[in-house]
């Protein structure tokens, strides 16, 4: 069993930064690829960047260049620094495992208003 926890979310003006944080439970976090996936009002979720456990990693079109993934292991814990926010990206933001299973976490909101 895997839990995921989110946190790191807020309320931010448009070209300013936040750095989310997703910490996990159970043994298998090393050999799990990591993801970030957001869900915007009336969309469907998507995906916004994810990690292998080589440390390959994979980012949507739009955020290339002021989004980094990264993990560490050894703490279980993967990041999502966000620079430049748009409005646009106002958002749930929610962590993903893939490993022996998939796993969500519960979200945490971003929201990008001036």
């Known amino acids: 069993q895997v839990q995921l926890v989110e946190s790191g979310g807020g309320l931010v003006q448009p070209g300013e930064s936040l750095r989310l944080s997703c910490a996990a439970s159970g043994t298998f976090f090393s050999i799990s690829t990591m993801g970030w996936y957001r869900q915007a009002p009336g969309k469907e979720r998507e995906l916004v960047a994810d990690i292998s456990r080589s440390g390959s990693t994979n980012y949507a079109d739009s955020v290339k260049a002021r989004f980094t993934i990264s993990r560490d292991n050894a703490k279980k814990t993967v990041y999502l620094q966000m620079n430049s926010l748009e409005t646009e990206e106002t958002a749930v933001y929610y962590c993903?495992?893939?490993?022996?299973?998939?796993?969500w976490g519960r979200g945490t909101q971003v929201t990008v208003s001036s």
């Open positions: 993903n495992s893939k490993g022996l299973g998939i796993y």
